[in-house]
């Protein structure tokens, strides 16, 4: 009461902040690493390879790329034939769609996809909620390191 | 109750049921014939109070098969119960009359998949609107809105929006009638 009155909209925060707050709510601090908040691509991982938009059940991964020559070394193999690489021009997942099934995640050969815990990004508008490529890289400093495998198990 | 103590007091009510424990779990598969039965039997006699949830698997030219969870508040243990009715008429007994929880998911499983639960006191739609054709948790429910939608996945590796229009695929689970447009 009595607070000047910036949103007609009403009492939500304004885009791009989240509804809950780590003072309101949980703390991601507290959640488990394998908790599924967000997911984070780690883009330089990223080959392009379009497994994880063919695999998501809610076609909600959007992929373009184009092909960019590699640079050959001017002696050694391969040496004369021209190299290709995929680029990516866009990586956007709409997290309005997603069901957080993390199919995604685990079908990326490359490891460039990632779970983070953070689950505070509700947005105003739901198209705020597709997440394009620079807002995704910027989750993977959130990503939790792995928890340390159980005793006994994948020792070589 | 362990799992090993509830599946053989299980065995030992209904015989005619198949019954497995594995990894802590305790399932117990009947005939549809005997799925009130077998209900009565897990709140009576197994102590399973607290009805958990309902609901049906599309198993293709096999059926559906129909399981109810059930758990015993003062026991802590927890039952599977299923059975299996046929795609041509898919009809079950309700079990309202035995766990009264079990009416939304009835009504879940019938609009979903098509399953008439017999005895059910008002077997009408809970989730889809009214005039809703299909069963739409059935695996031959074709899902219209992909039809309409540009399948994310039909680029190759390395195009981007100006790709061929030759590869304007079918996405996985549209029919051949349906589309490309
Ligand atoms: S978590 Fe599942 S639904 Fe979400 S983007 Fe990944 S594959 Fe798609
Ligand atoms: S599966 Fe991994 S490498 Fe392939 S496009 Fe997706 S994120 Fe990139």
Redesign the interface.
């Known amino acids: 009461m009595g607070a000047p009155v910036s949103d007609p909209g009403g009492g939500l925060p304004a885009p791009g902040h989240g509804v809950y707050d780590d003072s309101q709510w949980a703390s991601t601090g507290d959640l488990p690493p394998r908790s599924r908040g967000v997911i984070a691509l780690l883009e330089e991982n990223c080959t392009a390879c379009m497994l994880c938009a063919r695999e998501c059940p809610d076609w909600c991964i959007y992929i373009s790329s184009h092909k960019e020559p590699v640079p050959t070394e001017p002696s050694g193999a391969g040496r004369g034939r021209p190299r290709v690489r995929n680029a990516l021009d866009r990586f956007a997942i709409d997290f309005s769609l997603c069901m957080y099934c993390g199919i995604c995640v685990e079908v990326c050969p490359y490891d460039a996809l990632f779970w983070a815990p953070d689950f505070s990004y509700a947005e105003r508008d739901i198209a705020g909620l597709t997440h394009e490529r620079a807002q995704l890289r910027e989750w993977v400093g959130t990503v939790p390191p792995p928890p340390a495998i159980d005793p006994g198990t994948g020792g070589r | 109750m362990t799992p090993e103590a509830l599946a053989a007091a299980a065995r030992d009510r209904l015989p005619g049921a198949r019954c497995e424990s594995a990894s802590g779990s305790v399932t117990l598969e009947v005939s549809p014939a005997g799925w009130r039965d077998a209900l009565r039997c897990a709140r009576d006699e197994l102590d399973c109070d607290f009805f958990d949830w309902l609901t049906a698997v599309d198993e293709g030219e096999r059926g559906f098969t129909v399981v109810v969870h059930v758990y015993s508040l003062a026991g802590r243990h927890h039952l599977l119960v299923r059975t299996q009715v046929s795609r041509s008429s898919p009809a079950l007994a309700s079990v309202t009359g035995i766990y009264r929880g079990a009416d939304w998911h009835e009504r879940e499983a019938h609009e979903m998949f098509g399953v008439v639960f017999d005895g059910h006191p008002n077997l009408a739609p809970l989730l889809l609107p009214e005039g809703f054709d299909g069963h739409p948790l059935r695996k031959d429910f074709v899902l219209a809105p ?1 039809v309409d ?1 540009e ?3 039909g ?7 100006d790709r061929p229009a030759r590869r304007r695929l079918r996405p996985p689970g549209i029919p051949e009638e349906w589309g490309p447009r």
């Open positions: 992909r939608k399948w994310p996945g680029r190759e590796p390395g195009e981007g929006e």
